[in-house]
């Protein structure tokens, strides 16, 4: 009797368990369907804003089905300065991301691999131009730039856009450096390399993942950039964003236009992100959340 | 695979030398342009701020300059709205912070619980995405779907609540900066997390599951504390870059309407570009990156990297 008397009660305690993981469960998924929601409702939103008919974009009750067209995506290609600046913001953002990471990623793996005076302090320093403002740090640039004739160059955007990732791409990669085994280019030193081709032949084809997602994230850091191009172009140089941010300036917005510029702007990075997916959280805590 | 280096008794040639020269001093090669790249973009627009600050014409000649003293800091903090844009920024950095970082840790939490692994990836993959968003195109969004006339939100709200929406841009647009800086950067919290989440070993939470603690507690007595580092290093990634936010309220608002949403960065572009004194900006400027750069580095010294970098 008292055995069944038990049985019963883990039963019931089971039972109860079972529903409470049952409740669990379903608020769980409520709330993460609801910030699904969230974060993809502003984005069909502006892609179906990109896909309407002219004069439609913006109509209210909204037309919900509706034939897209891609009228919108014509007229930015061809009656306006978006192709230049997207070009712009392609080349200038690509080779920032090709010399920070010419100038990162051998300064990250000497202070991986060598001890450094005051080593701690010398990252801090590194950090510390990521804290600095851009508005504080544009401003001088603004006016030696226009000495320099950088102003309006692909050049000197090329080199702000260095300055914002250098200290992520030496601590990013300085951490995946440390998670690399010194044996690998003992090996190889043994077997007769130098220094440079241990680094070059070992160490860096497998830091591969490291770097591939550094230099995503580097991008996409510097396609959103919008001030250093409001302050330092004008007209040559104009990256993408300021592009996007003249429509707003002007008097009457075309919104359709406005949704397909920025979707535009949107889709490549989307698939970005998702491609380094797996090492983004290395990337984006600077390298100090490496495991998952 | 051959020697490189041999020893010769012949008279090195100019490449063999350069050579040496290379590998000799390699980890001097190595980190000399990230040093001088660094000392440009840290020293100099500081250095130079601060020369610009004391000076009453901007000049490149130092010898011609004239030196004024204080007077722009005194300019910039009783005409300019320094005192003002400081507040609205500590508002905006401190909000958006507290904001992101729960939305960030309950939203992980939530996915690493979840059963399935093809739906964990799933969530895992969607919460990223807003983080493709430019800040000035999110400004953009903000203003087609907040809009009070053509605006699907305010519409949504006014003809499918019993609620009267505000004017988000005029009526409260702080908040509005402050919810889509969040919709943008909790993911930045969210992922990384959620890899610290990943990273807490099974036992220890299998030992506190035994005890029969709720899961309340073993996230407040087990999880977090383990997770402290992690915590650490996003809070404060997303601190200094909250500071450098620029874009999105340039893009939304303007700064406006008024001086609502002035944050400093606003304040200091609007000195250089629509009044034209450049001397004032500076002096904004030299106020707002040492106490950014103070702040930071005490909170890094108060907290330090122990755990982190070990």
Sequence with gaps: MATTDSDSATASQRLDKDTRETIVTVVRHTILLTWSFIVLFPLYWLASMSLKPPGTANSLPPDWIFLPTVYNYIQLIQDSGFVAAFANSLVMVSASVVLVLLIGVPAAYVLSRYDIPMERDVLVWILSSRMLPPIAVVLPFFIIFRELNLFDTRIGMVLMYVSINLSLVVWVMKAFFDGIPETLEEAARVDGATQFQGFRKVVLPAAKPGIFSVAIISFIFAWIELLFGLVLTSFEAVPVTLFVYSFIGSRSIEWGMLAAASTAMIVPVVIFLIAVNKYLAAGLSFGVVIKE | MSTPTQTET?????????????????????????????????????????????????????????????????????????????????????????????????????????????????????????????????????????????????????????????????????????????????????????????????????????????????????????????????????????????????????????????????????????????????????????????????????????????
């Design chain 2, 10 to 310: 012949a008279p090195k040639s100019t490449f063999a030398r350069l050579r040496d020269l290379w590998n000799d001093y390699l980890p001097y090669w190595f980190m000399a342009p990230m040093v001088l790249v660094m000392i440009m973009i840290t020293f100099f627009p500081g250095a130079y701020d601060l020369y610009l600050s004391l000076i009453a014409e901007p000049t490149l000649d130092v010898f011609a300059a004239d030196f004024v003293g204080l007077r722009n800091f005194e300019t910039a903090f009783t005409r300019g709205g320094a005192i003002h844009s400081f507040v609205i920024t500590i508002t905006v950095v401190v909000s958006a912070l507290l904001l992101e970082t729960i939305l960030g840790f309950v939203l992980a939490a939530l996915v690493a619980g979840v059963g399935s692994d093809r739906a964990k990836s799933f969530y895992r993959v969607l919460f990223i995405i807003p983080m493709a968003v430019a800040p000035v195109s999110l400004a953009t969004i903000g203003r087609i779907m907040l809009n009070s006339e053509i605006g699907i939100i305010p519409y949504v709200i006014n003809t499918g609540t019993p609620f009267v929406a505000p004017n988000f841009l005029s009526d409260v647009p702080l908040l509005t900066v402050i919810l889509l800086d969040a919709w943008n950067w909790t993911p930045f919290m969210f992922i990384i997390f959620y890899a610290g989440l990943s990273s807490v070993p099974k036992t220890l939470i299998e030992a506190s599951r035994v005890d029969g603690a709720p899961m309340w507690r073993r996230y407040v007595h087990v999880i977090i504390p383990y997770m402290k580092p992690v915590v650490f290093v996003a809070t404060l990634i997303r601190l200094i870059d909250l500071f450098r936010t620029f874009g999105v309220v340039y893009g939304l608002t303007g700064g406006g309407p008024g001086t609502a949403t002035q944050l400093v960065s606003i304040n200091i572009y609007e000195q250089m570009f629509i009044n034209n004194q450049i001397t004032v900006a500076a002096a904004i400027a030299v106020v707002y990156l040492v106490l950014v750069v103070a702040l930071c580095n005490v909170i890094i010294a108060k907290v330090g990297f122990e755990g982190v970098w070990d």
